[in-house]
């Protein structure tokens, strides 16, 4: 499944390129959060150790909670009501973190970005580990860059160092007991997709400063590790080889950006076709 596409334009070096973002429903579907049972309290060390008290259960928080947490998954409008609702009554409830990080996503799914940032700037603020949160928000950052924004640079220096924490964090993520139905296989194809879309965020971050070599770098791993390429990482991949003078294999770059259908295949095309023009009459530059 598509999720709405946002259509921007990239002005650079004199050329623009229309952009049109895709991503699939699983890039950013790896979800830590879950509903926790109660019994599940932390362990004391020491055998002589008196046990720690049982935190105070509140019947009305477990039940506002419990109500958010089963809101299906697709049913964007009542994930935020009732996420927006569960923080004004608990502001500093345990699940707030978890709360603010579901509501990031169906932010993003509504395009909703500035309270999307806002929500997910709680999120990590409570949980600097929260990788869908990390991965989502610096992936966004980039492809709704304005260059008149005087935020502009911070908002990319922002996006950057998630992108890069969400890949420290990643692979050492292990599926939780809250998952157990789910099966290896999927939790790791679920790290892969989101490392993949940490890589293509970063890439266009690199893109954004002019750092070509950055972009190519990381846009040729996130097509290289997802099972439903975007596009756009391909578009932006063969500008940036060309920025490169490597024409030949930007010319491959918008190949298989035009092999796919969408927005972007009519443009793909002649950067393909123009590319190999390039190619054959510029000698190719020095490994």
Known sequence: ???????????????????????????????????????????????????????????????????????????????????????????????????????????????NYDKMFADGDKAIALNPDDVSVLVITGWVIPHTYNPDDPQADAKLAKAEKYEKHALEVLPTLTKPAAMASTTDADFDKAKTESESQAHSGLGLVYFRKQNYDGAVTELTQAVATTANPDPTDYFVLGFSLSKLNKFSDAADAFGKCAAIPGGLQGRCKQQADDAKKQAASKPAPPK
């Open 1 to 111: 499944m598509k999720l709405p596409s946002i259509c921007k334009t990239l002005a650079l070096s004199g050329t623009v390129l229309a952009l049109v973002l895709f991503a699939s429903s699983s890039s950013f579907a790896l979800q830590m959060s879950s509903y926790p049972s109660q019994s599940q309290q932390p362990s004391t060390p020491g055998a002589a150790a008196a046990p720690a008290p049982a935190p105070k259960v509140d019947p009305a928080e477990e039940a506002d909670y419990k109500a958010f947490f089963e809101v299906k998954a697709d049913d964007n409008d009542q994930k935020i009501a009732l996420g927006t609702s569960f923080v004004q009554k608990y502001p500093d409830s345990k699940y707030a973190g978890a709360v603010y990080s579901q509501m990031t996503n169906a932010e993003y799914k509504k395009q």
